[in-house]
């Protein structure tokens, strides 16, 4: 990996932390939209899957550490993450293969969707069923709310992943 490469990851995670910290939009009763998820989806879109994990995984940690939020739920949300950007990654290699930009959007919506759903009701609701001694079921219907605001963030960003694609790879690669 180049020292531009990661300098690049970087400054994901920052951005992650950035967006994540200083635009808390609430949504539910204890929640707000995370949306450093938007930087994570364009580093997938964009990039490659690992980078967006990496941002996510990173980001998320670093964001509870700094935002003294503590440690509650945070190995659930970083390996999460890490779900998330593998699933979006190898499943948007296929979806952009797709010429109509109109099902290309629906299916990378729904790709969004599915993944959020694993990293989050799944992998992120498994980890804390172990960490804090709950059954699944009920970290589950706990994670249902951060699954509907963490995914409603990420297909809202995809049509940011789509105007920044270009720009994107020019200011990493040049022309």
């Given at each position: ?59 998320v940690i ?84 951060s699954f509907i605001a ?26």
């Amino acid at each position: 990996m180049k020292t531009r490469d990661i300098t690049f990851i970087a400054m994901g995670i920052a951005l992650f932390v950035a967006l994540s910290m200083c635009l808390r939009v609430p949504v539910f009763d204890n929640y707000y939209l995370c949306l450093g998820y938007i930087v994570m989806t364009v580093y997938v879109w964009c990039f490659s899957w690992y980078e967006g994990a990496i941002i996510g995984f990173v980001g998320v940690i670093l964001y509870c550490v700094v935002g003294s939020l503590g440690f509650n739920g945070m190995p659930g949300w970083a390996l999460g993450n890490v779900a998330i950007g593998l699933i979006m990654g190898m499943a948007l290699k296929q979806v952009k293969k797709i010429r109509s930009k109109g099902l290309q959007l629906l299916a990378m919506a729904l790709v969004a969707v599915a993944a959020s759903f694993v990293g989050i009701e799944l992998v992120k609701s498994l980890v804390d069923s172990f960490v804090v001694s709950q059954p699944f079921a009920v970290r589950f219907v706990k994670n249902t709310s951060s699954f509907i605001a963490d995914a409603f963030v990420i297909v809202i960003s995809l049509p940011v992943c789509l105007l920044l694609e270009k720009q994107a790879r020019r200011m990493r690669y040049g022309s």
